[in-house]
């Protein structure tokens, strides 16, 4: 899977570096700053916080309106439990992403979708000693993830732009359970 990946990248360079004369081939860079709300349940209690993550974003424009890329990143919040304020639960993600994009002077717009595979990882502690733990539970599931995003990037210079996103994730995983956090992304992207 990772081989036809990498030549599938490979045959869309190529295609774009041949069909494009003045426009971008591809940006990319992190994402610094993304906080999220997070919604999700574990067998003990409901979690709706505030948490925060980093990632990065890779989109390769082919033809004019239209980019292909991968993206990825990992979302963390932290919650309070009846015995501890040290409970988090974090999702990891990446995957391939598709959309339409479009460019106008300083400004451009980018909405697509991205579905991939994560990991769900959940310590839900019960009860703490200082920094020993006596009653906890961790939990840790692979996920499908999917997510419609919107960006608007920034251009500082033909090199640099200023992006900011939001992303609507969600996930599904452990048979029926679910996982959604609505973020907010700041980054900075390098163009070619």
């Known amino acids: 899977m990772k081989k036809l990946l990498l030549l599938c990248t490979i045959i869309i360079i190529n295609i774009?570096?041949?069909?494009?004369?003045?426009?971008?081939?591809?940006?990319?860079?992190?994402l610094f700053l993304q906080p999220g709300y997070t919604i999700a349940e574990n067998q003990y209690q409901k979690i709706e916080r505030l948490g925060f993550g980093i990632g990065g974003i890779l989109?390769?424009?082919?033809?004019?309106?239209?980019?292909?890329?991968?993206?990825?990143?990992?979302?963390?919040?932290?919650?309070?439990?009846?015995?501890?304020?040290?409970?988090?639960?974090?999702?990891?993600?990446?995957?391939?992403?598709?959309?339409?994009?479009y460019h106008k002077n300083k400004l451009r717009f980018c909405a697509g979708l991205s579905l991939g595979r994560g990991k769900l990882k959940n310590l839900h502690i019960?009860?703490?000693?200082?920094?020993?733990?006596?009653?906890?539970?961790?939990?840790?599931?692979?996920?499908?993830?999917?997510?419609?995003?919107?960006?608007l990037d920034y251009m500082m210079s033909d090199k640099i732009a200023f992006t900011s996103q939001v992303i609507f994730l969600g996930a599904h995983y452990n048979k029926n359970d679910l996982y959604f956090c609505p973020v907010f992304q700041l980054g900075i992207l390098f163009n070619r």
């Open 16 to 30: 774009s570096c041949f069909s494009q004369e003045k426009a971008q081939l591809y940006s990319g860079g992190m």
């Open 59 to 101: 989109r390769f424009y082919i033809k004019e309106q239209f980019f292909i890329g991968i993206v990825g990143g990992s979302q963390k919040t932290k919650y309070s439990s009846i015995g501890s304020d040290n409970s988090y639960i974090s999702l990891g993600y990446g995957g391939p992403m598709i959309g339409y994009t």
């Open 126 to 151: 019960q009860t703490q000693n200082g920094v020993n733990l006596t009653n906890a539970d961790y939990y840790s599931y692979k996920a499908w993830v999917g997510y419609p995003m919107l960006s």
